[in-house]
């Protein structure tokens, strides 16, 4: 079981407070950030998820990590995800250790995303805003790299992409974990688990512990330059 020092030396070389991950976003762009809460749980390291309520307008009854939109008032895309951790959860700021801010990436919606990966304490109990979370979990990091997941074909901006869809049990309830959480998921577990295997994205490509994030930066560049460039025709 990696330390914490360790997950900070394992994530270093994705962690964009390190390294250059600029990224001219246009000032139109939807910001959003999430906190990726990793905890101890009998010597096992676990991601906690949420269930969003079925009430709201977009993505109802998902499993998705604490987060949204960026308010005028955040200073950046950390204190996004903090803040946001803080009104769904009842997760305080001074019981977050950043472990690193993992380079932006694109998701649905034409939504351009800070992951915050973080670890939390053990003992943390959350205090649910019910308008908005209906169910909190948590599930070893371990599970997401089992051959137990249903693995679809679909298309994000223009390129063809894999969801994993992961099912579980969760208080007798059906839950399903699919994709960006469980990309999130899978390749956090290749690092902090340090494991030789690999994990395919999109067709003919694979990413391992070393690679895991690498990709994201200039995704992001080409997808603000392909749609800068269709702009001007």
């Not at 330390?3 to 250059?20: A, C």
């Not at 949204?68 to 995800?81: K, L, N």
């Not at 908005?132 to 298309?155: A, G, Y």
């Not at 208080?171 to 956090?188: H, K, P």
Request: aromatic residues 8%; glycine residues 4%.
């Amino acid at each position: 079981m990696a330390s914490i020092p360790e997950l900070k030396s394992y994530f270093r070389k994705f962690d964009v407070r390190y390294g250059d991950a600029d990224v001219d976003i246009p000032k139109t762009t939807r910001r959003a950030s999430v906190l990726i809460p990793l905890l101890l749980v009998q010597g096992e390291w676990h991601v906690l998820v949420t269930v969003r309520s079925r009430s709201l307008r977009r993505s109802a009854g998902v499993v998705v990590f604490p987060g949204g939109f960026q308010e005028p008032t955040d200073v950046d895309g950390v204190d996004t995800a903090l803040r946001e951790a803080k009104e769904e959860i009842g997760l305080k700021p001074n019981d977050v250790d950043i472990i690193a801010v993992l380079p932006l990436t694109m998701v649905e919606g034409g939504i351009c995303l800070t992951p915050v990966l973080a670890v939390i304490p053990t003992d943390f109990r959350p205090v649910l805003n019910k308008a908005e979370v209906v169910k909190v979990f948590d599930l070893p990091l371990s599970r997401f790299l089992k051959d137990d997941v249903e693995i679809k074909t679909w298309r994000l901006y223009d390129d063809e992409v894999f969801s994993h869809t992961f099912t579980d049990i969760i208080d007798g309830e059906t839950v399903l974990t699919s994709g960006s959480v469980s990309a999130f998921c899978m390749l956090i577990a290749v690092v902090v688990l340090q494991s030789p295997r690999l994990v395919s994205l999109k067709p003919n490509s694979f990413l391992d512990k070393d690679t895991a994030f690498a990709h994201h930066t200039e995704f992001v560049r080409q997808f603000f330059a392909k749609k800068n460039n269709l702009s001007k025709l």
